[in-house]
């Protein structure tokens, strides 16, 4: 079983960045694609971003279109999000997660592996 272990969140104030980290374990890494999702209290876990295998096809939700970027590295084993222009409304617990597959998909559904989530806090 792969262990993903994500890093990186914080408290920012409105407009600022942060770039979070997302660490796997194994070997097989770069046969899966990955992706990025978070959840605020009361709320749904929501889809954010995916980046398949190889990297050259990644996905965004609507609302982080030209502020945040999904990247890996699978030399290091690692995926990594740049949030830039953070809203108040970014604020959640953010988690990485493994696709079944190669290719990405936009329900946590066909993601079968999960980190522990790090926290996301803009302030305004």
């Known amino acids: 079983q792969v262990q993903l272990v994500e890093s990186g969140g914080g408290l920012v104030q409105a407009g600022g960045s942060l770039r979070l980290a997302c660490a796997a374990s194994?070997?097989?890494?770069?046969?899966?694609?990955m992706g990025w999702f978070r959840q605020s209290p009361g709320k749904e876990r929501e889809f954010v971003a995916a980046?398949?295998?190889?990297?050259?096809?990644?996905s965004y939700t609507d609302s982080v279109k030209g502020r945040f970027s999904i990247s890996r590295d699978n030399a290091k084993n690692t995926v990594y999000l740049q949030m830039n222009s953070l809203k108040p409304e970014d604020t959640a617990v953010y988690y990485c997660?493994?696709?079944?597959?190669?290719?990405?998909?936009?329900?946590?559904?066909?993601?079968?592996?999960w980190g522990q989530g790090t926290q996301v806090t803009v302030s305004s």
């Open positions: 980046i398949d295998r190889s990297g050259g096809s990644i």
């Open positions: 997660a493994r696709s079944r597959y190669g290719t990405y998909y936009y329900s946590y559904e066909e993601y079968n592996s």
């Open positions: 194994g070997r097989t890494f770069s046969n899966y694609a």
